[in-house]
């Protein structure tokens, strides 16, 4: 279904205010921009993808999961991890990850109707 989107007159009574737009700061651009660009790149998506069931995963199993190197794995991580997007604790020698924000959430279910076709 197309969103369908009003016409706004021509005068200046239409400029949007700041309250109106989705993100109102200079900062929640930066912070969105950032996040997404992180989120935006296939295999931190695919992480993100095994993170979204909810549960927490160490590294060992994310590496079997995904398929590539625990360095790479590592590297990807730590990226989330730095954009406030995955929450982590250790446990012995294991490091366990998990998405750190529920917004996060419900931004992984909205992508999941969205692009995906097997969601139902």
Do not use: W
């Not at 369908?4 to 989705?22: G, H, T, V």
């Not at 935006?40 to 590539?68: F, M, W, Y």
């Amino acid at each position: 279904m197309a969103l369908q989107q009003k016409k706004l007159p021509d005068s200046a009574e239409s400029i949007i205010s700041a309250e109106q737009m989705f993100l109102a700061s200079e900062t929640d651009l930066y912070v969105a921009s950032r996040s997404l660009k992180a989120m935006g790149h296939p295999l931190r998506l695919k992480i993100l993808c095994i993170l979204a069931g909810g549960n927490e995963i160490s590294v060992q199993d994310l590496v079997d999961l995904v398929g590539t190197s625990q360095s790479n794995i590592s590297q990807h991580l730590s990226i989330l991890r730095d954009k406030g997007i995955l929450g982590s604790r250790k446990d012995a020698n294991k490091v366990f990850y998990r998405i750190g924000d529920e917004k996060i959430l419900a931004l992984m279910e909205t992508m999941r109707e969205a692009f995906c076709s097997a969601h139902d």
